[in-house]
């Protein structure tokens, strides 16, 4: 038998030809900072983001949902909501956040990593960050997420998608707006929802060689709703089914996370924004309905990605796109794997509707206040604005949403 040490070569070439420190070069994103801006609008949204830093805590009801506040708010803004719409965003989703609430203590610089992933410090996390803003940084927020984020032998950059990926839809927003109170909550949510996910970005073991193998995301999905293996995991789809797929399922999660091929990252982290929207709108079938709540987040984590992957270091970009990956799989099979069926989404149904159709039905539409409708409309017009779409399939998709969206099931 031969000893572990013989697999070291041949297991670290796959590491280096899969994970080497490869930037993935698009450009960034266009910044709106409105933090110096004369004019109504952006100077409301300064005003209810801060609003909402002060007065709402960063999880809330029995530390069980996040705070989405400046998700919507700053997706609305982007597509051109008016400051009388902002303000009424602000009050319809201030009534269910809660006010802050004392931690149970401080947490330091020398004793904060032993508080991860534990909820009850989010006071205590943006406390800690702002006072390393105000004492250390200048009020330069990016150099706190850099301290931060990206430092340490298990950096917390590793581990943005713990609690459903909020954490990295909030530094997404907050280095797309350029503000330092979004981008304080956001480190405080990747501090509370620090979890095992660290671990297979961390530890390298978990990169290894699988029996499947493509540079194709859909085509790996396609894989896993075909699998018999995927089919027998859970008698009922749900998200109580994550512990349990990690727990007696991870070699089958690994043979999956493994198996993309990234060895054109530019192209595949583009099919990989493909995959998020076909994920949203190509697996509900006509006349359902039937949008997965959480499912949209592997959508707007995707677009998180595209925000964060030009101003992270280089050697993070990849690890970033395979987190995405990991969360994807996961919430693929927890919901027992439905089909993509691209037949569903047909340009020619899009009967000249453009953009500005879409736009006018996220902002002025029955669901013009509900946080994930709105960003999942965003995401879109920014992966097709990042990617062009010639074929207008990212049009027809985002029609097809807007048209058909009642409502998400759980």
Not at 326 to 351: G, Q, R, W
Request: charged residues 25%; contains cysteine.
């Amino acid at each position: 038998m031969a000893s572990v040490l013989s697999y070291v070569p041949i297991v670290n070439r796959f590491i280096k030809g899969h994970d080497v420190s490869r930037p993935i070069d698009i450009p960034p994103v266009e910044v709106y900072n409105v933090e110096t801006a004369p004019e109504k609008r952006p100077r409301t949204l300064k005003h209810l983001l801060r609003a909402n830093h002060v007065n709402h805590s960063i999880i809330y009801h029995n530390l069980r949902y996040h705070n989405h506040m400046p998700h919507i708010l700053c997706s609305a803004y982007l597509l051109g909501a008016s400051d009388t719409h902002l303000r009424s965003i602000y009050e319809e989703e201030a009534k269910v956040l809660d006010p802050w609430v004392p931690s149970p203590a401080e947490v330091t610089r020398d004793d904060w990593r032993s508080f991860l992933g534990d909820r009850r410090y989010q006071r205590a996390f943006v406390d800690f960050f702002e006072d390393s803003l105000a004492e250390k940084h200048n009020y330069d927020w990016k150099k706190v997420v850099e301290e931060y984020l990206y430092g340490g032998k298990e950096p917390l950059v590793n581990c943005l998608i713990g609690g459903l990926g909020h954490p990295l839809i909030h530094l997404g927003y907050a280095f797309e707006m350029d503000n330092k109170e979004i981008g304080m909550e956001g480190l405080g949510l990747a501090s509370t929802e620090y979890n095992f996910f660290h671990k297979y970005l961390d530890d390298p073991s978990y990169t290894k060689p699988s029996s499947l193998k493509s540079s194709s995301p859909l085509e790996l999905l396609t894989k896993m709703s075909n699998d018999e293996r995927m089919a027998d995991l859970f008698k009922e789809p749900g998200f109580q089914n994550l512990g349990l797929l990690f727990k007696d399922h991870e070699d089958l999660v690994m043979e999956y996370w493994n198996a993309w091929s990234l060895d054109d990252p530019k192209k595949q982290f583009q099919e990989s924004q493909e995959a998020a929207v076909s994920l949203l709108v190509a697996t509900v079938p006509p006349g359902t309905h039937s949008y997965n709540f959480f499912v949209v987040h592997l959508l707007t984590t995707s677009h998180a990605v595209r925000i964060l992957l030009p101003v992270i270091p280089a050697k993070f970009n990849i690890s970033l796109v395979r987190q995405w990956w990991l969360l994807t799989i996961a919430v693929y099979a927890i919901f027992k794997c439905p089909k993509i069926d691209h037949d569903h989404i047909k340009p020619s149904d899009v009967n000249g509707k453009q953009w500005d159709y879409v736009e006018n039905k996220a902002l002025n539409g029955a669901y013009s206040t509900d946080a994930h409708f709105v960003k999942a409309v965003r995401a879109i017009k920014e992966a097709s604005k990042t990617w062009g779409d010639v074929h207008e399939h990212y049009l027809a998709s985002a029609v097809r949403f807007v048209d058909d969206f009642e409502g998400w099931t759980y």
